[in-house]
């Protein structure tokens, strides 16, 4: 988990969409590759993404979902990111906010055999806002940008779904996420401490 997120043609993306537009970087991924437009963003997909240019100026960038290796890493577990080499860098200075409109999450079940078995699929975001910040790290990978979404333990509401959710933050702390200077650690209490989630059965 998170697997898949939902992008919405809303008034709070077009912003995001017409910054991506001008980013020079999209051309350089394949042609027709990078999402332009609403629907479900997929691990591999190439999706609009929040960082620091090297200015230190908040900017939209197309990133690639998952890192390269033996299999694609889409997911960092926020305990451990900052232990792990293929996470540590990033951690310390490259990280990101993934927008989204909400994220999908599978029900988790275990049947009466000790089988592990999926159930209902729910669409999930934070009570009363407009966005979902995911919060994420990235890394370039022969000269282009990939991301993975940091995740959690759930919420105690969201528990009887999965054991992990994504990390995410309310809107005002995107600045201090993205800032190389920041220490992470400092903010994930805001994050934490984020209660109330509408959840719909998919």
Not at 139 to 158: K, Q, S
Request: hydrophobic letters at 40%.
């Amino acid at each position: 988990m998170c697997g898949r997120y939902v992008i919405q043609d809303t008034r709070d993306w077009r912003p995001i969409w017409d910054a991506l537009n001008r980013s020079p970087l999209a051309a350089r991924f394949p042609r027709g590759s990078v999402r332009m437009t609403p629907g479900d963003v997929c691990p591999s997909d190439v999706a609009p993404v929040i960082a620091s240019n090297r200015a230190g100026e908040k900017t939209v960038f197309p990133m690639k979902w998952g890192f390269s290796g033996k299999t694609l890493l889409i997911n960092a577990r926020t305990e451990t990111a900052s232990l792990k080499p293929t996470f540590r860098e990033a951690w310390a200075a490259h990280r990101c906010i993934v927008p989204a409109s909400s994220y999908y999450e599978w029900e988790h079940l275990t049947g009466p055999d000790g089988k592990k078995k999926t159930g209902a699929q729910y669409i999930l975001r934070p009570k009363d806002a407009a966005m979902t910040w995911l919060c994420g790290l990235y890394r370039m990978e022969d000269g282009l940008p990939h991301f993975v979404i940091l995740t959690r333990e759930a919420a105690g509401e969201l528990r009887f779904i999965h054991d992990r959710m994504p990390l995410m933050l309310p809107e005002q702390y995107i600045n201090d996420w993205i800032n190389p200077a920041s220490r992470p650690e400092d903010l994930i209490s805001a994050a934490e401490n984020r209660i109330g989630f509408e959840k719909t059965a998919g």
